[in-house]
C-alpha cells in the first residue's frame, strides 16, 4: 500500500529526494512519517507531518537539511534531503500513523501501514 523510492548512492554534501505513494487507500487524513534504520541500530523516527500538510516535526539530527511534504492529491509524501552525512545511511521507510487527524507521533507503536523501504548510501 506505500511504495518508497528514490533512494541510491549517493557523495557527503549531496541531496536526495525520497517518494512515498499510497495505493489501494488514501491515507490523506493521517499524519505520514519516514524512518530509516541503520545496520545494528533500531528503526529510528526522521519525520512526520500532519494530515494537511501544515505542521512538521524532524529528528534533531536531520533538522535543518531534510524538508518533509506532501500531495495528498497524489497521495504522495516527499523526503528531500540535503547536506547528506555518512550517517544519514539507512534504509528509509514511509508510514502512516493508525489513526487519523492526530499528532505527529516519534513512537513507532502509531504507525500501522508501512512501506517496503529504500536504501540510502551516503559515501565519504
Known amino acids: 500500500q506505500l511504495q518508497a523510492s528514490g533512494g541510491g548512492l549517493v557523495q557527503a554534501g549531496g541531496s536526495l529526494r525520497l517518494s512515498c505513494a499510497a495505493s489501494?487507500?488514501?491515507?490523506?487524513?493521517?499524519?505520514m512519517g519516514w524512518w530509516r534504520q541503520s545496520p545494528g541500530k533500531e528503526r529510528e523516527f526522521v519525520a512526520g507531518i500532519s494530515w494537511n500538510g501544515i505542521s512538521v516535526r524532524y529528528a534533531d539530527s536531520v533538522k535543518g537539511r531534510f524538508t518533509i511534504s506532501r500531495d495528498n492529491a497524489w497521495n504522495t509524501v516527499f523526503l528531500q534531503m540535503n547536506s547528506l552525512k555518512p550517517e544519514d545511511t539507512a534504509v528509509y521507510y514511509c508510514?502512516?500513523?493508525?489513526?487519523?487527524?492526530?499528532?505527529?507521533?516519534?513512537?513507532?507503536?502509531?504507525?500501522?501501514?508501512w512501506g517496503q523501504g529504500t536504501e540510502v548510501t551516503v559515501s565519504s
Open positions: 508510514a502512516a500513523e493508525r489513526s487519523q487527524y492526530t499528532d505527529i507521533y516519534n513512537n513507532e507503536i502509531e504507525y500501522d501501514f
Open positions: 489501494g487507500r488514501s491515507f490523506s487524513s493521517n499524519v
